[in-house]
């Protein structure tokens, strides 16, 4: 085999291998999508432009308005930013930029009823990534935990009822993802009755 083959067959492999890593990706993109009713999204990675395209192409098959951004771009976060009122937001939590990434998200208030996020991850160690972020109770983020062995997801919800305000940031299992049965979760609980508990929060209070 001359270097030119050797070097083709090293990037046939990279090559299949995105390209499965990428389906793995789509599929439980695209069940997010139906789960929630999404037809305008951002997806947010560590992308090269190649990976860009091959998923913006996957995701754009049931006409749905996709961008799919690489989080090193300084001013990825803006697209965030529009008129749209039901918007999905997919990032890729194991990307080395995700903690920037989610601080800044949570200072410009990114994390709120009109924004659902869906986070992937291969490791529950991801949470500590949001001990410094803005979160408040209305916050719709799922964050969907990679089990390589049995290639299913945990799909764990996570918010903070008032992190300006001393609270604890919780996250709770909400269900699951697998290809055969599909996304999951739990969703016959109004959110804001499931997170009542604001213990630990100090509310300001004047009387007149």
Request: glycine residues 6%; charged residues 15%; contains cysteine.
């Amino acid at each position: 085999m001359n270097a030119i083959s050797f070097i083709f067959v090293i990037s046939l492999k990279h090559i299949v291998v995105f390209q499965a890593d990428c389906l793995q990706d789509f599929h439980i993109i695209q069940n997010y999508f139906n789960e929630k009713s999404i037809k305008s999204a951002s997806v947010f990675g560590c992308f090269g432009k190649t990976e860009q395209i091959v998923l913006a192409k996957m995701l754009m098959l049931q006409t749905r308005s996709i961008s799919v951004l690489s989080i090193n771009g300084q001013k990825a976060h803006k697209i965030l930013n529009n008129n749209h009122h039901h918007i999905g937001v997919i990032l890729d939590g194991d990307c080395p930029q995700s903690s920037n990434f989610l601080i800044l998200c949570g200072q410009l208030k990114f994390f709120d009823v009109k924004h659902h996020w869906l986070i992937t991850t291969t490791s529950l160690n991801f949470m500590k990534k949001f001990e410094n972020v803005v979160l408040n109770i209305d916050a719709d983020i799922q964050v969907a935990v990679q089990n390589s062995t049995t290639l299913s997801w945990t799909i764990v919800d996570i918010y903070n009822p008032a992190s300006k305000h001393g609270g604890a940031l919780n996250y709770t299992k909400l269900g699951f993802y697998n290809r055969k049965q599909g996304y999951i979760v739990r969703n016959n609980e109004a959110k804001y009755w499931s997170r009542k508990n604001m213990t630990g929060i100090t509310f300001k209070s004047m009387i007149v």
